[in-house]
């Protein structure tokens, strides 16, 4: 059975602090992604990475950072953590060109008070 | 780049009746437009996709349509059950590209 996994279901931060949010799947995919949801929003593109140590921006990566140093792993990297980014973030992989099914992990419940 | 409209943001139906989820799209290029449910805390699961070269697609109770020429395409759930009650999302991705595009997503309500 396919498996993205989330380090943390929930966490909370205080406004300043550096943030990590891992990622692990086990499908040997090549793509990566992270999202944020927001109510009202759906969900929206932060960073996606389509093969290791390579990233790209996706549509609000202001603030954040990602790292992928192996294939299976990508994290998300708040380096100055601040309230507006109080959110649900999602984690998903994908297989290489051509193949679009993303697969999501559980998410993680960031509170930055 | 790819902007999708989802309507309604809100949907209750009684059970065993139908429910249809309708999306929209900019990009012509886009050729694959997958749907996924999101159950109270879970993360989205693809339920079914099509790709552009299909006009309809059916699993069991679920169905989607896709009408090129309007850039529009629905998903369509026949005979609710209270389990089918989730958030749901559309979305698509343009020819060559990794990246989906959403909808702001859909909250079915299905009432017993």
Known sequence: ?113 | GENVEQHPSTLSVQEGDSAVIKCTYSDSASNYFPWYKQELGKGPQLIIDIRSNVGEKKDQRIAVTLNKTAKHFSLHITETQPEDSAVYFCAAVGAGSYQLTFGKGTKLSVIP
């Not at chain 1, 949010?21 to 969900?43: A, I, K, S, T």
């Not at chain 1, 202001?62 to 100055?80: A, D, M, N, Q, W």
């Not at chain 1, 980014?85 to 193949?99: E, I, V």
Request: with cysteine.
């Open chain 1, 1 to 113: 059975d396919v498996k993205v996994t989330q380090s943390s279901r929930y966490l909370v931060k205080r406004t300043g602090e550096k943030v990590f949010l891992e990622c692990v799947q086990d499908m040997d995919h090549e793509n990566m992604f992270w999202y944020r949801q927001d109510p009202g929003l759906g969900l929206r593109l932060i960073y996606f990475s389509y093969d290791v140590k390579m990233k790209e921006k996706g549509d609000i990566p202001e603030g954040y950072s990602v790292s992928r140093e192996k294939k299976e792993r990508f994290s998300l990297i708040l380096e100055s953590a601040s309230t507006n980014q109080t959110s649900m973030y999602l984690c998903a992989s994908s297989g290489g060109r051509g193949r679009n099914e993303q697969f999501f992990g559980p998410g993680t419940r960031l509170t930055v008070l």
